[in-house]
């Protein structure tokens, strides 16, 4: 299986770009994978883009150095607390305050995983999209104790913090990260999207599948230009990567 891998990004009215992407380089991809990382900045200019940097970079070199023999998911597990142990670093010397959100996908051998942390998504698309992470944001747990009965759906859905990220690079304490309890099988014409929230923010769901749904394999490309279309007066940083499927030849 052949994977075509496109990015693209912006600062939208920020005077900073905080979000960071990373790609393995393809001579690592036969024996490791391939493994994409988006990280989004949150704190001060110079501490996000200093997390996100760190996050996608760290990701990136750590995954390419381990020769380990562990599965794929452990691999990606491994990479991010690399990447975690060097931001904490980072913010001790530097007395920085913030962190940065991570999505990272790591395909093999025509199987895929997925690693998330905060706010940014995956998608698959698949015939249809599919959001593959669990946001880690309040939302998510005021939704699901609504469902529980423990608070009302009405006080869950208003409730005004409902963005505000519960995880992140670094946090103080590691908390678990979201990441499936085994790989799946990618199909040819499949899509991975990572998402920062400067995109899914401004674009919905429909829109991004519309766009990642076209044949023309330019898709990060086609949703950031979805975005600059929409000028929005506060546009956040937004950042696309789009990993496609296909046959190998």
Same mark, same amino acid.
């Given at each position: 299986?052949?994977?075509?891998?496109?990015?693209?990004?912006?600062?939208?009215?920020?005077?900073?770009?905080?979000?960071?992407?990373?790609?393995?380089?393809?001579?690592?991809? $036969?024996?490791?994978?391939?493994?994409?990382?988006?990280?989004?900045?949150?704190?001060?200019?110079?501490?996000?883009?200093?997390?996100?940097?760190?996050?996608?970079?760290?990701?990136?070199?750590?995954?390419?150095?381990?020769?380990?023999?562990?599965?794929?998911?452990?691999?990606?597990?491994?990479?991010?607390?690399?990447?975690?142990?060097?931001?904490?670093?980072?913010?001790?010397?530097?007395?920085?305050?913030?962190?940065?959100?991570?999505?990272?996908?790591?395909?093999?051998?025509?199987?895929?995983?997925?690693?998330?942390?905060?706010?940014?998504?995956?998608?698959?698309? $698949?015939?249809?999209?599919?959001?593959?992470?669990?946001?880690?944001?309040?939302?998510?747990?005021?939704?699901?104790?609504?469902?529980?009965?423990?608070? *009302?759906?009405?006080?869950?859905?208003?409730?005004?913090?409902?963005?505000?990220?519960?995880?992140?690079?670094?946090?103080?304490?590691?908390?678990?990260?979201?990441?499936?309890?085994?790989?799946?099988?990618?199909?040819?014409?499949? $899509? *991975?999207?990572?998402?920062?929230?400067?995109?899914?923010?401004?674009?919905?769901?429909?829109?991004?599948?519309?766009?990642?749904?076209?044949?023309?394999?330019?898709?990060?490309?086609?949703?950031?230009?979805?975005?600059?279309?929409?000028?929005?007066?506060?546009?956040?940083?937004?950042?696309?990567?789009?990993?496609?499927?296909?046959?190998?030849?």
């Amino acid at each position: 299986m052949k994977i075509n891998i496109n990015t693209k990004q912006g600062k939208g009215s920020r005077s900073v770009q905080q979000d960071t992407y990373g790609i393995s380089r393809k001579y690592v991809g $036969r024996e490791k994978g391939i493994l994409a990382v988006l990280s989004d900045g949150m704190g001060g200019m110079q501490a996000g883009e200093t997390f996100s940097r760190i996050a996608a970079e760290e990701m990136v070199n750590a995954f390419e150095l381990d020769d380990s023999r562990e599965d794929m998911t452990v691999r990606l597990q491994n990479a991010y607390r690399a990447a975690r142990n060097k931001a904490l670093e980072a913010a001790e010397k530097q007395q920085l305050e913030g962190g940065a959100t991570v999505v990272a996908v790591l395909v093999h051998k025509g199987m895929c995983t997925f690693l998330s942390v905060g706010d940014s998504r995956i998608y698959l698309y $698949r015939g249809g999209l599919i959001q593959l992470n669990r946001e880690q944001v309040l939302g998510t747990e005021l939704d699901e104790k609504a469902a529980f009965g423990l608070t *009302l759906k009405r006080e869950a859905k208003y409730n005004r913090y409902r963005d505000s990220v519960t995880n992140h690079l670094t946090m103080p304490e590691e908390l678990p990260v979201d990441c499936p309890e085994r790989p799946f099988s990618l199909l040819p014409g499949d $899509r *991975l999207v990572l998402l920062s929230d400067g995109v899914f923010r401004t674009l919905n769901d429909e829109e991004i599948e519309r766009i990642v749904a076209d044949p023309e394999d330019k898709r990060a490309k086609a949703l950031i230009d979805a975005v600059n279309k929409r000028a929005m007066p506060d546009q956040d940083n937004y950042s696309a990567v789009v990993l496609s499927a296909r046959k190998g030849e």
